[in-house]
């Protein structure tokens, strides 16, 4: 069997939290989310805002602009959700780079997996929590995040992107442990 690729990867994600977004209710765009201060529909327009500046800024790339998220929330996201699997799909995405000062020179599409498509795994239960659908997670995924997180601890928290963690008993699910490390409090 062929290892899952950054497409795939994104394909996966991609499609749960689309579930999401047209599972909520129109009345629900503005419940309040588990990000402080903000509300469902900053949910997605965290994720259609900033890696469309991050993929311009690193690697010249400029995905589709779709609807603003105050217009139409399921649109802007599925224009946006397009656009990056267009560009996963691409057979040239693999032997571009992305460049940022903070993490050097990585293959553009290792760089989707790691900062946009791990954001949009995150933020699918901010989504479900704010408008009360399905908040599971896949927990193989939590896992591999969890691992690959823990070892950075010190880094996330400067970076400014994660709460502080929420102390939780190592003896809750995989799940749980992940949305306090990234400072949720599930």
């Known amino acids: 069997m062929a290892a899952r690729t950054s497409a795939d990867e994104h394909r996966t994600v991609a499609r749960a939290f689309t579930d999401r977004v047209r599972g909520t209710d129109p009345e629900a765009w503005d419940n309040p989310a588990p990000c402080e201060g903000w509300a469902a529909r900053d949910v997605v327009r965290h994720l259609v805002e900033w890696f469309p500046a991050f ?15 105050d217009d139409d929330p ?25 460049s940022n000062p903070h993490i050097g020179e990585i293959p553009l ?19 479900a929590r704010a408008t ?8 193989v995924k939590c896992a591999q995040l969890l691992d690959g997180m823990m070892p950075l601890d010190d880094v996330l928290r400067a970076s400014g992107q994660y709460g502080p963690r929420v102390e939780m008993p190592e003896t809750a699910d995989v799940q749980t442990r992940l949305l306090a490390f990234i400072g949720r409090k599930p």
Request: proline fraction near 6%; glycine fraction near 8%; charge should be negative.
């Open 55 to 69: 993929l311009e800024a690193g690697a010249g790339v400029e995905l589709p602009k779709g609807p603003s998220v």
């Open 132 to 139: 009360g659908q399905d908040e599971q997670l896949d927990p």
């Open 74 to 98: 399921v649109a802007a996201w599925a224009m946006h959700r397009d656009g990056v699997q267009a560009l996963l799909d691409d057979p040239a995405t693999a032997h571009k780079l992305l």
């Open 109 to 127: 599409d290792q760089a989707v997996d790691r900062f946009y498509t791990a954001d949009v795994f995150m933020h699918t239960w901010d989504l």
